[in-house]
């Protein structure tokens, strides 16, 4: 009887896996087992089995583009200076990111900051992923602007990320945290040679050359690719 | 007479379903509630050395040894959704750090509130900035003393429990 139920209970599984298309906004989360645990107000919930079913991006937001002419409140490199975006920066900007794929332009209000040079050598644009902000200076457009902000609005995607989202690509890209911000990688292949720092700056390497690189597979692992196009929405 | 067959055969199944699904169910474990708050607790107060964490998490999923600090690192992952579970440091034959990370199945059980009755309740938020890279970090934690933080993210949920003696 028992194994008649297996069966049943496997093939009901495996069909409404293989017919289950989540739709824009969307992951699929497959059957798991939930954990008996107290409600706040005491009540008690039993463990269960939940069925196979679709969740909604937290980063599902809709998008605004915000021009921001000082300094971001709190901006730890202090001698940075800020200045206004002109016209032409303003929709050379807007033009980038409309060009990027529309899961990053799902994050609610971004803000854009203009500065002349960073505190880091070599550095075309900055972020605070946290709070949406992105800081591009002079040498942006020279760098390559899509480049830039697929990068840093990669940076503001993952933190937007939750709990499950954000542990699904360290599974996929065998990140682990061995203690509390420290983080190893078995990988020896990075796109970019910081992208062996953490996963943040190795999550923003790998969707900046999903984006602007067409070679990109040979410098991604395919299972990241395959994972970065699907949470991008990117048909390929 | 054919569909009244496969009718039948669909309720009998149906039937026989929750028959085996009512026997499991009779005495629900309350006991699996504080299972892993059990091992965490556990752990951090008795001072587990590496055998005992061997004996009751099993064989990790990997190792890691970390030649500059001299410590090893017993990774243990989902082994259907390879979701990292837990990370101990051991020094020598001694527990140096604790790293628990919640998932789909027991989240309920490591809110901010679960956090506080177990870890008391002299928890307090704090935000840590990490601006050693372009990128500036605003990560936010539960501090409980004695070495303990949770992690909290953007969204209010608890990314990892982090123990350090």
């Not at chain 2, 919640?102 to 008391?120: A, L, R, T, V």
Request: with cysteine; net charge positive.
């Amino acid at each position: 009887m028992k194994f008649i139920c297996l069966f049943f209970i496997l093939f009901s599984q495996i069909s409404y896996a293989e017919t289950t298309k989540c739709s824009s906004g969307q992951y699929f989360v497959n059957t798991f087992k939930r954990s008996a645990y107290y409600r706040t107000d005491g009540t008690f919930v039993k463990e269960a089995t939940v069925s196979a079913h679709c969740r909604t991006n937290h980063f599902f937001n809709p998008f605004k583009l915000v021009f921001k002419d000082k300094m971001p409140e709190g901006w730890p490199f202090q001698l940075e200076i800020f200045k206004t975006p002109s016209k032409s920066e303003k929709k050379e900007i807007e033009s980038a990111i409309r060009s990027l794929p529309k899961a990053l332009k799902n994050l609610g209000e971004l803000r854009i900051f203009r500065a002349v040079k960073s505190a880091f050598p070599d550095n075309h644009s900055s972020s605070g992923p946290d709070e949406s902000i992105i800081v591009l200076y002079d040498s942006v457009f020279k760098f390559g602007l899509k480049r830039a902000l697929a990068h840093e609005m990669a940076h503001v995607l993952y933190s937007h990320l939750d709990v499950n989202e954000k542990e699904e690509y360290r599974a996929i890209s065998k990140w682990n945290e061995i203690k509390k911000d420290v983080f190893n990688t078995p990988r020896t292949q990075f796109s970019e040679p910081d992208g062996k720092l953490n996963p943040e700056e190795d999550f923003a390497n790998n969707v900046e050359h999903l984006i602007i690189n067409k070679n990109s597979s040979k410098v991604i692992d395919k299972e990241i690719v395959d994972y970065l196009n699907l949470l991008l929405g990117i048909r390929k | 007479m054919k569909k009244n067959f496969y009718i039948l055969c669909f309720m009998f199944i149906i039937f026989s379903c929750s028959f085996v699904t009512k026997n499991k169910s009779e005495n629900p474990s309350i006991n699996n509630v504080d299972q892993e708050w059990k091992l965490l607790l556990g752990m951090q107060s008795e001072n587990w050395n590496k055998e005992k964490i061997i004996q009751t998490l099993g064989n990790p999923t990997e190792v890691f040894n970390d030649a500059k600090t001299k410590h090893e690192y017993l990774i243990y992952k989902d082994k259907s959704s390879n979701h990292q579970i837990w990370s101990i440091g051991i020094k020598g034959i001694q527990l140096s750090s604790i790293s628990f990370f919640p998932n789909f199945s027991n989240e309920e059980n490591f809110s901010m509130d679960q956090i506080s009755k177990h870890w008391g309740n002299n928890c307090i938020k704090k935000v840590e900035i990490d601006s050693s890279q372009p990128f500036v970090l605003k990560k936010n934690y539960l501090d409980c003393g004695l070495g303990r933080k949770a992690r909290i993210n953007n969204l209010g949920q608890i990314e990892g429990l982090f123990v350090e003696f």
